[in-house]
C-alpha cells in the first residue's frame, strides 16, 4: 500500500540551510549603501521577470526573513523599494 501525503511527518530539513543562506545574503549585502542595495534588487528582479521566474511574494518573504538583521531604515526603504516592483 503506497503512503499518501498525510502520513509524511513535516520537516524541513533545508530550514537551518536556509536560514544560514539568509545570514551569507546578509552578509553579503550589510555593508553597502541603500542606492546600491536598491540597485541590486532591481537587477536581481529584472533578471528573473526576464527569465519568467519573478515571485513576488518570495522576494517579500526574503526581505520579511532578513528584518531582524538590518537597521529599520534599510528595511523601510527595500519595503518601500518592493512596493513600487510589485
Known sequence: MSKSFSD???ENPHQENMQ???KQTYDELKDLDQTTLQQKLIEEVNKQK???TFNFALLSSTVESMKPFMPQETYDGLKNLLERIK
Open 20 to 22: 544560514d543562506a539568509v
Open 8 to 10: 509524511f511527518e513535516y
Open 50 to 52: 526576464a527569465n519568467n
